[in-house]
């Protein structure tokens, strides 16, 4: 309109060629976004922010992780805003075709099934676990450094969210800041996959590696650990909170794993001894 008033043609008559109002055409010229359109815009975006990291979250769940954000909204509002813009959960009912959407795009396997290193920090694996309490569900992200099988960060949480996995990634650097250059290998999940997860590893100077869907294998010696805690602490009793049960495994990973338990491929010697002799620099706090 703009550009034909100023090629002459007065407003009246191009409004009336297009069929349009003059009056509403005003207000739009006035007010073109509307305040409801604007909180709509601002809750989308904490919509989509949340479904990006998380993608495995229902629409309830993205409501509270607006909410956190700053965005308050009912939970029949989230469904109708992630259901106009098709935000589905990966693990909700099946659309299209066979049900399958093309996720983010993944990372090459530079493992191969090798779990061997010459030195710390030059491989690391990472996967997550999970058990029930009478509580709910309690979560572990553990990371573990192939060289000597020590569990070089972790993280528990009572939610399986992409920050799971930071906090995890965080914690190791943390114990060991000198890793850049190592490969991190995972699953294909997608908290590895999550926006927050990859600018982590971006951030540390860290290599990211993945296995294929659906192969253990490809993750084999992270498995082997779970199996070890599945065996020596999850299922030794009914745990009746997620408290006790955290306590429970940060205490057997410190004390058991890392300082009595031995290892036939380390010479009979437990993680940290093992690094002990082999690379003297490592700290023992680490």
């Known amino acids: 309109m703009s550009e034909l008033a100023a090629d002459g043609i007065p407003v009246a008559v191009s409004l009336r060629v297009l069929k349009l109002s003059r009056q509403p055409y005003y207000r739009w010229r006035k007010q073109q976004v509307t305040p409801s359109e604007l909180v709509e815009a601002y809750r989308a975006n904490a ?13 309830r769940f993205l409501a509270g992780e607006a909410e ?18 098709r935000w589905w959960s990966v693990f909700g009912k099946k659309r299209g075709k066979n049900g399958k959407r093309p996720g983010p795009p993944v990372h090459d396997d530079l ?42 960060g972790y993280s528990i949480s009572d939610r399986m969210k992409a920050r799971l996995a930071v906090n995890a990634l965080d914690n190791a650097v943390s114990r060991r800041s000198d890793a850049a250059g190592c490969i991190v290998h995972s699953d294909r999940g997608s908290q590895f996959r999550s926006r927050k997860f990859v600018h982590a590893l971006n ?24 199996a070890l805690l599945q065996k020596n602490v999850l299922d030794r009793k009914r745990w009746r909170t997620r408290e006790e049960l955290r306590i429970a495994i940060i205490t057997w990973i410190e004390r058991t794993y890392h300082r009595r338990r031995r290892q036939a491929r380390l010479g009979r ?14 700290s023992l706090a680490a």
């Not at 999970?130 to 569990?151: M, P, Q």
């Not at 010697?269 to 490592?282: A, R, S």
Request: glycine letters at 6%.
């Open 68 to 85: 956190a954000a700053g965005q308050l909204m009912c939970e029949r509002t989230a469904w109708r805003i992630c259901r106009d813009n």
């Open 47 to 59: 919509l989509f922010d949340a479904h990006r990291d998380d993608p495995e979250f229902g629409y």
């Open 203 to 226: 951030r540390y100077r860290l290599i990211v590696s993945m296995g294929k869907v659906g192969a253990a294998g490809d993750n084999a010696a992270m498995e082997s650990f779970f």
């Open 269 to 282: 010697l437990t993680p940290i001894e093992y690094e002990t002799i082999m690379d003297p620099t490592v």
């Open 111 to 152: 493992v191969q099934r090798d779990f061997t290193a010459d030195d710390v920090n030059e491989l690391r694996l990472t996967d997550i676990t999970e058990h029930r309490t009478d509580e709910g569900k309690l979560y572990l992200c553990a990371i573990k450094d192939v060289f000597s099988g020590r569990i070089v």
